[in-house]
Each structure stands twice: as C-alpha cells, then as structure tokens.
C-alpha cells in the first residue's frame, strides 16, 4: 500500500519555475516507479513523466523534454517535478502515481493504482 501526497503548485508567470514534491508513505517506496501525469481543463489526464524504482532510467513527453526534470530521493521517500521555462498550456492539476505492483514500470495510465489528490499548477500569459 502506497499513500502519495503531492504539494508544491501554485500560480506562476510564464517563464517561470516551480518544483512539486510528492512524498509517499510505507517502506517500499524505493521498489516502486514512479510518475507524474496532469490534466488540463477539458482534457484527458496524460502521462508527462516517469522515472524508475533505482532513480534512473526517465521518460518525458515531449512537450515537457528539455523543461521538466523528475527525479526522487529514496531515503526520503518523496519524488519530484522540477518545472521551468513554463508555459501558460502547462497550466493542469498535476498527480503523482505509483503503479499497482513494485518494480513495474509502465506508460499506462491503466497500470498505475495509487494517485496522490493533486495540485494546481496555474501559469498566466
């Protein structure tokens, strides 16, 4: 059982930064990958990130490649987005998931079972 809350979001200036943490419960944190997906108003929830259980091995989309870094620290069982040259179409509430098993990498929405209540990113034009 994995329980994720996410913090970190607020209202930004395009062009600006910010950096979300998502900190995790119980002890096996470091078995599991690890995502972030968003959703922007109107629009379906979408995959931006996933790094895997040993801390390497990361997956951006591509509207997030060069902009967005994650990354996580296991001895403190919390992951991160770290977010800049934003965008107003970066504008989302942003999640944290973990997949349904440990040491289960995946780019399906549909493998991921524990989900943190989100935060808002907002960035004005």
């Known amino acids: 059982q994995v329980q994720l809350v996410e913090s970190g979001g607020g209202l930004v200036q395009a062009g600006g930064s910010l950096r979300l943490s998502c900190a995790a419960s119980g002890r096996t944190f470091n078995s599991y990958s690890m995502a972030w997906f968003r959703q922007a108003p109107g629009k379906e929830r979408e995959l931006i990130a996933v790094m895997s259980w040993f801390g390497g091995n990361t997956y951006y989309v591509d509207s997030v490649k060069g902009r967005f870094t994650i990354s996580r620290d296991n001895a403190e069982n919390t992951l991160y987005l770290q977010m800049s040259s934003l965008k107003p179409e970066d504008t989302a509430v942003y999640y944290c998931?973990?997949?349904?098993?440990?040491?289960?990498?995946?780019?399906?929405?549909?493998?991921?079972?524990?989900w943190g209540q989100g935060t808002q990113v907002t960035v004005s034009s």
């Open positions: 998931a973990a997949p349904r098993s440990s040491f289960l990498r995946s780019y399906d929405q549909k493998d991921y079972r524990y």
